[in-house]
C-alpha cells in the first residue's frame, strides 16, 4: 500500500499537478482499503472495548463518536488534502506546501512528531499483536474449550506475568512487520486486505449473532448506547478524542502520506467519510460481540487490556465450530493489526531513506530493531516492573507503568496536537483556494461549513479537551 512504486495497479491514473509521475491509486476503493487497513486494527477490537468498559458505556460512546463526527473525519479530510497536494512524504510533503505559501519551515515538524509518535506507539502496538498471535494458537490447540470463565482469564494471566514468552511474540509480530515493510507493501498484500477484511467485518457479525443468543445482549447494548454521564469523567472526554485520533490514524502523517497518491478527481470528502464509518461500524461491532458476554459471565466491563482475551475465548468455548471460528477470529486479528502497524513503521523507514540515505531494507531492519528493544518495557511493565511508575511524582501519571505512559503520551497529547496544527494548518495557514480545489465540494454551503469546523471547532474542541484536562 505505501511502496506504492512497486505496484502495477497503480500509476497509470493521470495526474494534472507538479508531481505528475508520482504513483497513484488505481481507483478510490483502492485507497480506501489502504486507508482502513490502517484505521482498523487492534485499536478497533482490542483497545475500544476496553477503554468503553474502563470509562462506563454509553456516555463515553457518545463523547467517542462526536469526537469522529466533529473532529476526526475533518481532520482525516484535512491531512488526505495536506497529501495529496504535497505530494510526498509528511515532512515534505509540509516542507513543499509551506513554501508554496510562503509560511513557516517549523510546519515539517507536524511530520517530525508523526514520526517520533509513530515509533513509540509501534513499540507497545506490537506486544498487543503478541498476545493475538499466541492467542490463535490456544484457540487452534482447544484450550478454550469449554473452559470457565476462570481458567480462561488464568491464561490471560498467566501469559501477561511470562516475559520470555511475550517477548517471543512481540519478536514474530515485528519480524513479520519488517520483512513486509523491507520488501514494500506488494500488491499481493493488497489483495490479502481486500479479502480478509470482508472475512473479519463478517466474523464480528457471526460474534454479535452469538452475543444475541445470550440473555445479556440487551445488558450489552444498554451498556453501549444509554449514556449515564454521571460515569464520565473529564480524563474520559480526553481517551475519547485520543482514541478519536488513534483509530483512525490520525494526527501523525499516515493519511497525509496515503494522500499523496491519491488521484486528482476522487472525492477526498466522500472517501473520508467512508473510511471513518467503515472504522466506527468495526469497533461498535466489536462492542456489541464482547460486552453481552461480559455481563453473562458476571465479568468486569472495566477488567482493562485484556478484556476480549478474558470474553471471546469464553464465546469460542462454547459456541459450535468454536475452534475454527476462534483461531480464525485471532488470526484476521493479526492481519488487521499487521495492515496497522505497517502504517506505523513505514514514516520511520522513509525518513530514514529521506534524511540519511538508508536502504530501505536497511531502515526497516535499523528502525524495526529499535521499536523492537523498546517494546520489551511494555513487556516488562506488565509483569516485573509493573511496580515501576517512572513519573508516580505527578498525580496525573500515578500507578502508571511505561506501558500506560507511551500510551498516554501518543495518544492523548502527540495525536491531538498533531492533528490540531494539521487542522490550523488548512483552516488558516493553507490558500483558500488550495483547500477549495482540494475539497472540491463546490464553494457553497457545504464548503463554508467544513472549513468553519475545521477554523473554529476542532481546534477549540482540541483545546478545550487539553486546557480542562491540565486543570
Ligand atoms: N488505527 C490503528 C488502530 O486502530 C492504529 C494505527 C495505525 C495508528 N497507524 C496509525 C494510530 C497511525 C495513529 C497513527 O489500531
Not at 482525516?76 to 510562503?102: H, K
Not at 485471532?330 to 514514516?347: N, R
Not at 500506560?404 to 495525536?415: F, G, H, K
Request: hydrophobic fraction near 55%.
Amino acid at each position: 500500500m505505501t511502496e506504492l512504486t512497486q505496484n502495477p495497479a497503480i500509476g497509470s491514473a493521470a495526474t494534472d499537478d507538479s508531481n505528475a509521475g508520482h504513483p497513484m491509486w488505481s481507483s478510490r476503493l483502492a485507497f480506501i482499503l489502504a486507508a482502513s487497513g490502517s484505521a482498523v486494527g487492534l485499536g478497533n477490537i482490542w483497545k475500544f472495548p476496553y477503554i468503553t468498559g474502563e470509562n462506563g458505556g454509553g456516555a463515553f460512546v457518545l463523547v467517542y463518536l462526536l469526537c469522529i463526527a466533529l473532529i476526526g473525519i475533518p481532520i482525516m479530510v484535512a491531512e488526505v488534502a495536506i497529501g495529496r497536494r504535497g505530494g510526498r512524504s509528511p515532512i515534505n510533503s509540509m516542507r513543499q506546501l509551506a513554501a508554496r505559501d510562503g509560511l513557516s519551515k517549523r510546519w515539517v515538524w507536524i511530520g517530525g512528531m508523526g514520526m517520533i509518535a509513530s515509533f513509540l506507539i509501534l513499540s507497545f502496538y506490537s506486544v498487543i499483536g503478541g498476545w493475538a498471535l499466541s492467542y490463535v494458537g490456544n484457540s487452534a490447540g482447544g484450550l478454550f474449550v469449554g473452559a470457565s470463565s476462570d481458567s480462561i482469564g488464568a491464561l490471560f494471566g498467566n501469559l501477561l506475568s511470562d516475559p520470555y514468552t511475550l517477548l517471543l511474540w512481540h519478536s514474530v509480530f515485528m519480524v513479520l512487520v519488517i520483512m513486509i515493510v523491507a520488501r514494500g507493501v506488494s500488491s499481493g498484500m493488497e489483495k490479502a486486505i481486500n479479502i480478509l477484511m470482508p472475512i473479519l467485518f463478517g466474523l464480528l457479525l457471526v460474534m454479535v449473532g452469538y452475543a444475541m443468543s445470550t440473555d445479556s445482549f440487551a445488558a450489552g447494548f444498554q451498556f453501549l448506547f444509554t449514556p449515564d454521564f454521571s460515569k464520565l469523567t473529564t480524563e474520559g472526554v480526553l481517551t475519547a478524542l485520543g482514541h478519536a485520533f488513534f483509530t483512525l490514524s490520525l494526527g501523525m502523517g499516515v493519511m497525509m502520506a496515503y494522500g499523496s497518491y491519491l488521484p486528482k478527481n476522487v472525492s477526498i470528502v466522500k472517501t473520508a467519510f467512508t473510511v471513518s464509518i467503515l472504522d466506527t461500524a468495526v469497533a461498535l461491532l466489536a462492542g456489541l460481540a464482547i460486552f453481552p458476554l461480559v455481563f453473562a459471565n458476571g465479568m468486569e466491563a472495566g477488567a482493562g487490556p485484556g478484556l476480549i482475551f478474558q470474553t471471546l475465548p469464553i464465546a469460542f468455548g462454547q459456541m459450535p465450530g468454536g475452534v475454527f471460528f476462534g483461531t480464525l477470529f485471532f488470526i484476521l486479528l493479526v492481519v488487521a493489526a499487521v495492515t496497522s502497524a505497517i502504517s506505523l513503521l513505514e514514516p520511520v523507514v522513509e525518513w530514514f531513506e529521506e534524511q540519511k540515505g538508508i536502504s530501505r531494507r536497511k531502515g526497516a531492519l535499523i528502525g524495526g530493531l529499535s521499536i523492537w528493544a523498546l517494546g520489551i518495557t511494555t513487556i516488562l511493565s506488565l509483569n516485573e516492573w509493573s511496580g515501576f511508575h517512572p513519573l508516580g511524582m505527578f498525580e496525573r501519571f500515578e500507578g502508571k507503568t511505561i506501558f500506560d505512559l507511551l500510551d498516554y503520551v501518543t495518544a492523548n497529547l502527540m495525536m491531538p496536537l498533531g492533528g490540531l496544527f494539521i487542522a490550523l494548518f488548512v483552516g488558516w495557514f493553507m490558500s483558500k483556494q488550495a483547500a477549495e480545489n482540494e475539497l472540491s465540494i463546490g464553494n457553497g454551503f457545504a464548503f463554508k461549513l467544513f472549513m468553519f469546523i475545521l477554523r473554529f471547532i476542532t481546534p477549540a474542541a482540541v483545546l478545550v479537551v487539553f486546557v480542562y484536562n491540565l486543570m
